[in-house]
């Protein structure tokens, strides 16, 4: 028996162009605080490079977005490196961006545990490190829900980026060395935790269809970020029942101490209003509350999309002063500002 698909509509012209043509609309929309190298395709820092600043680069597969362009600015990250829809960038276009954003205090990459995003920052880092720029290569692994996945060796990259972007670059705003910036990032990564649930598929433009087939009263629990397979298929289940097996799974893996304060980052992955986000938000308090875990930092929206697709995910970070301060500090990009 046949199955019928149904087509997604899109607003695009050729499904080949988006990305170049939404960095277009990018730097339009933005030219106070970005600039757009199409040659290699990346999004730089308006005044990048900023002079005896560490600079960050991040990068990865578009798609996502505001992650990554949508976080160059102030306080945050110095370039951004999109590849095509899902598809790492390549090495030269990483070096271009260490290249194009070296200060001279050496720079962060900071790497999704993704296999192709690993294999060309570390191509990138090395070839840089033969042109006399230092480079350190940060890693996120915050998702606790697989440990192995499609396009992962061990635990995917996930939400804890947007925080790490944030608090590692105020750390580099500040005037942190290489080495201190580097440390802050890892930390970042050491003490936050997410776990996504997809209740529908995306579409990416090229295929114009459902990249998988999911039931109308199905989710799937513990989607990557690319729609990978999570923990199971099933059905679905009030928002409370939801919340309350993310939660379990963050904290049981994260087990922060009695009486910690984290940062609680409900992520909306494209598809699904804030009305219900902030829904999410209120019963991850009540989960919170029970293991005697206070939020004192909150951060609730779409950072890190999966094009059109209908869910959720929850990143939690462990909090101290240090941590809490550089979240606190001004930032200033397109998707993020607060303090300027």
Not at 35 to 45: K, P, S, Y
Not at 75 to 98: I, N, R
Not at 230 to 255: H, Y
Request: overall charge negative; some cysteine.
């Amino acid at each position: 028996m046949s199955v019928a698909v149904a087509s997604v509509k899109k607003l695009i012209n050729e499904p080949a162009d988006v990305v170049k043509e939404s960095l277009v609309g990018l730097g339009l929309a933005h030219p106070d605080l970005v600039r757009i190298d199409f040659e290699n395709q990346l999004v730089l820092r308006k005044d990048a490079p900023v002079s005896g600043k560490v600079a960050l680069i991040s990068g990865g597969g578009s798609g996502h977005e505001p992650l990554h362009g949508g976080f160059v600015g102030a306080g945050m990250l110095d370039a951004a490196c999109p590849g095509e829809v899902f598809t790492s960038p390549v090495p030269d276009q990483m070096l271009a961006a260490t290249k194009a954003v070296d200060g001279g205090a050496g720079v962060i990459h900071i790497v999704k545990n993704y296999t192709g995003d690993v294999m060309n920052f570390k191509l990138a880092a090395e070839m840089a490190e033969d042109d006399g720029i230092s480079v350190e290569s940060v890693l996120t692994n915050d998702d606790v829900a697989v440990e192995d996945s499609t396009w992962t060796a061990g635990r995917r990259g996930t939400g804890v980026t947007v925080l790490l972007e944030k608090i590692a670059g105020a750390k580099a705003e500040a005037g942190g060395s290489l080495a201190e910036v580097a440390a802050v990032a890892r930390r970042v990564n050491e003490k936050g935790r997410s776990f996504g649930v997809a209740l529908t598929s995306c579409a990416t433009p090229a295929a114009g269809t459902p990249t998988f087939d999911i039931g109308a009263d199905e989710m799937e629990f513990g989607v990557g970020i690319h729609g990978e397979p999570g923990r199971r298929r099933e059905k679905i289940r009030p928002a409370a029942e939801i919340v309350e097996e993310m939660a379990d799974a963050i904290l049981g893996d994260l087990q922060p101490a009695k009486g910690a304060n984290v940062l609680a980052f409900v992520n909306g992955l494209g598809g699904t209003p804030l009305i219900e986000l902030y829904l999410v938000y209120a019963e991850l308090a009540k989960q919170l509350e029970k293991y005697g875990v206070t939020a004192t930092r909150s951060l609730v929206g779409d950072y890190i999309t999966s094009l059109d697709m209908a869910g959720v995910s929850i990143t939690l970070l462990e909090l101290d002063d240090e941590l809490t301060a550089l979240w606190d500090a001004p930032v200033h990009t397109p998707a993020l500002r607060w303090g300027i």
